[in-house]
Structure formats: structure tokens, C-alpha cells
């Protein structure tokens, strides 16, 4: 039942982002929640419950946003299993855990995502590309991880219960 409800409430988080985050825009740059939300949440659950969680998030965001399709499923299921391998090793609580991970992810969002457009479309330079996708996308999603986890942070530690 938990990862049911942590499917759809990620089903909600992928409507929200299309509907009102996407249109807010910091120095051309978007949050994005699900990214942001998956690897929160990777590191309380088993590998193969949040792979597939991040698949279908991945998945519906790939139908609802367009651009590459099957880029954002293959990023967040592999960082969704990446960070759910590895959370035995890692300090959780800390917010400057959750900051640098929130970056490290962003970081190779961006960088997979640079890598597609580029070979799909050719419509920027890749100067811009890089500066966005290197610096002011990881770091936008980090300072507003930050703020969520604050505001989330006994829901969350609910799933390290179950």
C-alpha cells in the first residue's frame, strides 16, 4: 500500500510540475520535483520498489513533457536504484547529505539530458547548455531540496519506520 501511495503521490508531483513549477523560472531554469522527490525517497526503500516507482514517474513525465522520449525513465530509475543501493552507506538525516545527492543527481540529469538534446535537436549552444545544466540546475534543485526535506522531514523519517 505504501508504494502505491508513493506512486501516485508522485503521479501528482509529475502534474503539479507540468502545470505550475515548469512555468516558474529562475534564470531560465525550472525545479524539478520529481527528481527531487525520487531521490528523497530512494533513500528509504528497497532497490527494485523505488526503481520501478522512478520508471513509471519517468515514464509519465516522458508522455506529459515530450523532448527524448525514455530519457527521463532511464534517469530516474537509475538514480532511484543507484541512491536505494547505496543507502546503507549514507547519512540520512543530514541536510547536507540530502543537498549533495539532490546535486549529484541534478548534475547527471542535466548532463544526460545535454547529451540528448544536443544529439536530437541542435536549437542551443552548447555554452548555455552547460552553463544551465552544470551549474544552475543542480544547484536551483539542491537549495529547494533543502527547503522540502525541512518541511517534509517527519513524513519521510515515517518511511525508515515501515
Known amino acids: 500500500m505504501k508504494r502505491i501511495l508513493l506512486c501516485l503521490l508522485g503521479i501528482l508531483l509529475v502534474s503539479v510540475e507540468n502545470s505550475i513549477t515548469n512555468y516558474i523560472n529562475v534564470f531560465g531554469v525550472s525545479f524539478n520535483l520529481i527528481l527531487i522527490y525520487i531521490t528523497i525517497i530512494s533513500l528509504y526503500l528497497d532497490e527494485l520498489e523505488i526503481g520501478i516507482i522512478g520508471g513509471i ?94 518541511l517534509s522531514k517527519k513524513s519521510v523519517l515515517k518511511l525508515k519506520e515501515d
Open 57 to 150: 514517474l519517468g515514464f509519465i513525465k516522458d508522455v506529459t513533457v515530450g523532448g527524448v522520449f525514455g530519457v527521463n525513465s532511464l534517469i530516474l530509475f537509475a538514480i532511484a536504484y543507484s541512491i536505494s543501493h547505496l543507502r546503507d552507506k549514507i547519512y540520512k538525516e543530514s541536510s547536507i547529505t540530502i543537498f549533495a545527492l539532490v546535486f549529484i543527481t541534478s548534475l547527471f540529469d542535466s548532463m544526460v539530458n545535454i547529451f540528448a538534446v544536443t544529439l536530437v535537436y541542435k536549437s542551443y549552444s552548447i555554452l548555455v547548455l552547460a552553463f544551465k545544466g552544470i551549474i544552475m540546475i543542480p544547484l536551483m534543485n539542491s537549495l529547494l531540496s533543502l527547503v522540502l526535506y525541512r
